[in-house]
């Protein structure tokens, strides 16, 4: 693709707890790959995953770089390096490092998404406050998913509010007895 095509990095901050490797990760989080995978088939569209892991390390599958950092690594910088158009944080939990983000890239927007958060605390809700101010989106899969976010205050009224569905699994058909068998 040229220089001009679109650039989105999706980043996760969240640490597997069980320590997997990279190669591991990408099996055992289909919805990872699949919403990364499902960007790049768009047509002028560059995606590079950005991803807390147990190491360092750069795999490319199906058109996407995977590039996994170590906590305490300069996410930011990496993310920069790529020159995004959009910034997509998954996860509501990790205000310091999204108000980090948009501090190091005040020019891109940053879109986060839900994936099956709550509310913090109250005593907690002025950093998560700022850090989706700084994001010009958050997405749920479902309305009612966002509405607790909404009374606690924690979307500002000018912040786009989206519904999106959690992973574009692929599906196909199968055998009718396997499938039966497995449910």
Not at 103 to 128: G, M, N, T, Y
Not at 139 to 159: K, M, N, V, W, Y
Not at 166 to 181: C, F, I, M, V, Y
């Amino acid at each position: 693709m040229d220089g001009s095509s679109l650039c989105v990095v999706q980043v996760g901050f969240e640490v597997d707890r069980l320590g997997r490797e990279p190669a591991r990760l990408l099996e055992d989080w289909p919805t990872l790959v699949e919403v990364a995978e499902a960007a790049a088939r768009q047509a002028g569209v560059r995606v590079f995953v950005v991803q807390a892991g147990p190491r360092a390390e750069v795999l490319n599958r199906n058109g996407v770089a995977y590039h996994f950092f170590t906590p305490g690594a300069d996410a930011p910088a990496l993310i920069g390096s790529f020159h995004p158009d959009l910034v997509h944080v998954h996860g509501l939990c990790f205000p310091r490092e999204v108000l980090h983000l948009a501090s190091r890239l005040p020019s891109v927007p940053i879109l986060l998404q839900d994936h099956a958060s709550r509310p913090p605390r109250p005593w907690r809700r002025p950093l998560h406050r700022r850090a989706f101010a700084a994001a010009a989106g958050v997405a749920f899969c479902a309305r009612p998913q966002g509405s607790p976010f909404e009374r606690a205050r924690l979307i500002a009224q000018d912040t786009s509010n989206r519904v999106v569905p959690e992973s574009p699994r692929r599906l196909g058909p199968g055998a009718r007895d396997q499938a039966r068998a497995r449910t």
